[in-house]
């Protein structure tokens, strides 16, 4: 069967001495910085009451909610089995290991303590951090294939690809897949409620146009990507990436509505 060879990239983007630092890590470096660059546009444009060294500050908030909400959340939704007969093992971040989920949830709590501290709207500081959370995503999702991880399920399409430590099968790069829907895709619907729409002028619409946008995009790309091996196929057949979208769904869909009716 014809298949696409996975390209040989070394996860390892620079190695000096016992120092290595990876592609993974770069991600979310680059993401961190284009969204915060992006976050200032907005808000010295579009957003009143949120000034640039306002989201300056808040890098800082923001990029503990990631890693700190999204190892969290990898222990508590996808091995919490694990971590409890080793529970020093959830702080070896090195060993990776990120739920996305979890670090929304810790992104969302940054922003609400944030935004109490310097009396700040929210929600408003909640649409910029929407609008820019793509880009991390594609970042991310890019990381994810140079990793060879979160592959696809076997397929016959033509771009099939053999994945190192998948087997012989030809399988879906749903990593590709997701950073074209959670990342360009959604960047690019964010950026018309913001600019074609005045969207920022509705506080919290932003924010529940990504929400839920991000839940139909994740619930498209798993029908593709291969469950995670120790969890599988779970209630009514959906992967535990679609079960924690529903959630999501419906606070986007609170949130869309709540800014309508405004």
Wanted: proline letters at 6%; charged letters at 15%.
């Amino acid at each position: 069967m014809f298949a696409i060879a996975f390209p040989a990239i070394d996860p390892v983007a620079v190695e000096i001495g016992p120092l290595a630092i990876r592609w993974y890590a770069l991600a979310y470096v680059a993401g961190i910085l284009v969204g915060w660059r992006y976050m200032i546009v907005l808000a010295r444009r579009l957003a009143d009451g949120i000034a640039a060294r306002d989201i300056d500050d808040f890098v800082l908030w923001a990029t503990l909610g990631i890693v700190l909400g999204g190892r969290l959340g990898y222990v508590l939704f996808y091995r919490p089995g694990d971590y409890l007969q080793d529970p020093l093992a959830a702080f070896a971040l090195w060993q990776g290991g990120m739920s996305f989920h979890g670090g929304l949830c810790g992104v969302v709590i940054a922003a609400a303590l944030f935004a109490r501290r310097r009396g700040i709207p929210w929600l408003a500081l909640g649409d910029l951090v929407s609008a820019a959370a793509p880009i991390g995503l594609f970042f991310g999702r890019l990381a994810n294939f140079v990793n060879g991880e979160l592959y696809g399920r076997p397929t016959t399409v033509p771009w099939g690809m053999v994945f190192p430590g998948a087997g012989p099968e030809p399988r879906h790069p749903s990593q590709l897949y997701e950073a074209a829907l959670e990342g360009l895709v959604l960047f690019a619907v964010c950026a018309v409620v913001v600019f074609a729409m005045r969207g920022l002028e509705r506080t919290g619409l932003v924010g529940g146009v990504f929400l839920a946008g991000y839940a139909i995009a994740r619930g498209v790309a798993e029908l593709f990507r291969q469950p995670d091996a120790h969890l599988g196929f779970l209630a009514g057949g959906a992967t535990m990436g679609q079960l924690l979208s529903i959630p999501v769904l419906i606070a986007g869909i609170w949130l869309i509505r709540r800014a309508r009716a405004r």
